[in-house]
């Protein structure tokens, strides 16, 4: 009598397909979403074949131009393209925001696992803290913070900028991976590691980080949109990127305010990117959580 073979199980190349298939498939807006973002990204990481011009070209013949072939997007009061600018700009908000995300996030992260590990004095000193930083406005805390530090640029991002944005980030985040690590630290394999004399350092990252990732994931994605949002204000209000570099906040303030009834153009499609940008980093991180959490899955 012929054995039956079992079935071939998939490629990892397969399978990656197949939960690409499924996030489409479940979330089509989370789809379009992360495709903005793509496409955002591309065009900040490609901006020197992408724009026309450029983005610190002064052209004073072309001062405040309309939208026109020439110029998708009109010029500012200095002749400079602004569809050329914004999709600098693009790069300047991904960058601050992708590595300000990632900095809060990850250094939030540690804190919540280990006040969840440790818990007793450490967990209540560590909360306290947390509490302290929660009671401040995002915006006042990156304020402080920036106006503390002062700028310091490295490979074209101003580190400190990054610091200021990601400082507020950290006990939002803290907050929630505690809450989930706090059930994983009771499980039983945590005790056995524990019985087996294995280090803190090891439970924590074999045991429980991998376990807290899919949160951790979906508060990465949500906070670039926040930090991207940050970044702009703080560039509004003076504090962040500086004249000429390309920035969406920037582009907002300074000599736009003195010509939005002229040109309009000048504060319209800044305007736009930020908001189509943030829009798209909720929208996709709110479909990725939704993917990722069996609560939420029918």
Known sequence: MAVASAPALPSPVGRRR???LDFII???LGAVALFVVLVMALAAIFADV???????EIDWGAMLSAPSMEHPFGTDSFGRDIFTRVIYGA??????GLLSSL???TLGAAIGI???????????????LVDMFLAFPIIVLALVVVAILGRLPVLGVDMNLVLAIAVPIVPKVARVIRSSALTIVTMPYIDAARTAGYSHLRIILRHIAPNVAAPYLILLTAFIAQAILLEASL??????????TPAWGLMLSGNASDFYREAPWMILFPGLAISLA?????LFGDALRDWLDPKFKT
């Open 26 to 28: 479940a979330q089509p």
């Open 235 to 244: 560039s509004f209000l003076g504090l962040g990127v500086t004249e000429p």
């Open 18 to 20: 197949a939960a690409w």
């Open 103 to 105: 900095i809060g996030c």
């Open 278 to 282: 943030v829009f798209a980093f909720n």
């Open 114 to 128: 280990a006040s969840a590990y440790f818990g007793g004095r450490v967990d209540m000193v560590v909360q306290r």
């Open 91 to 96: 790069r300047t908000a991904l960058a601050i």
């Open 50 to 56: 992408v724009a026309p011009y450029d983005p610190l």
